[in-house]
């Protein structure tokens, strides 16, 4: 079993900055993927970014250049830092982990989210 925990979301004006974290525990072989989902209210959830355990990156075509994706693998942990914050940011952040187990096998995880609210 995997636990997640996200923190750093927020209130922020238009034009701010926030950094999201997501520490994953447990027993695992590794962690292959990790990455960052976004709900708006009354959208279709979307990808973010995400980040390979090889530090290979991917990024929604609407944060690109203001978002940033990283991670450690040492301490298992994923990092958002989002720049330049826009009001149609404003969503809750899901953290995902493609985590491959002691026997094997992948399973996606998820966190609990993080309320990100952007005020123009």
């Known amino acids: 079993q995997v636990q997640l925990v996200e923190s750093g979301g927020g209130l922020v004006q238009a034009g701010g900055s926030l950094r999201l974290s997501c520490a994953a525990s447990?027993?695992?072989?590794?962690?292959?993927?990790m990455g960052w989902y976004r709900r708006a209210p009354g959208k279709q959830p979307e990808l973010v970014a995400g980040?390979?355990?090889?530090?290979?990156?991917n990024y929604a075509d609407s944060v690109k250049g203001r978002f940033a994706i990283s991670r450690d693998n040492v301490k298992n942990t994923v990092y958002l830092q989002m720049n330049s914050l826009k009001p149609e940011d404003t969503a809750v952040y899901y953290c995902?982990?493609?985590?491959?187990?002691?026997?094997?096998?992948?399973?996606?995880?998820w966190g609990q989210g993080t309320q990100v609210t952007v005020s123009s």
């Open positions: 447990g027993s695992f072989f590794r962690i292959n993927h």
């Open positions: 980040i390979t355990n090889g530090g290979s990156t």
């Open positions: 995902n982990t493609r985590v491959l187990t002691l026997q094997f096998r992948e399973y996606d995880y």
